[in-house]
């Protein structure tokens, strides 16, 4: 296995592991950091090896599972992008939702007659 498969496999695996982790119902955003840290520096080296790869002195075989590989890590990173984007949306809605009841209790409990506006 050349250099380039062994990062595009580690890209995959980074990647894997980063989507599992959003699917937990309550995802570690620390853990989600540090793999996608780790992951950039996979990147870096690929890029770094890739200045000097070439091609075409790959067989057909190799070159197949070379696009295969990057296809899959492309199919992560727009499905890690999705999942990010969704778990941004929930949070900003439990944000809101806790806002809007804090408001609530802090009038319900300043005011004789309670405002119930926010519900």
Partial sequence: MNNVQ???DELIQKSSSILNELKNE??????IRE???LRELNIE???MIASGFRMDELNENQ???IREQFDR???LHEQI?????????RSRETLTSATRQRKAE????????????HF
């Fill in 81 to 89: 992008e999705t999942a990010l984007k969704d778990e941004l949306i």
């Fill in 63 to 65: 070159q197949q599972i």
């Fill in 73 to 75: 890590f492309a199919d």
């Fill in 35 to 37: 793999t996608l840290d």
């Fill in 45 to 47: 080296k690929l890029g």
């Fill in 106 to 117: 802090q009038k319900y409990h300043v005011l004789e007659k309670p405002d119930i506006t």
């Fill in 26 to 31: 309550s995802p570690s955003i620390e853990r």
């Fill in 6 to 8: 062994k990062q595009l």
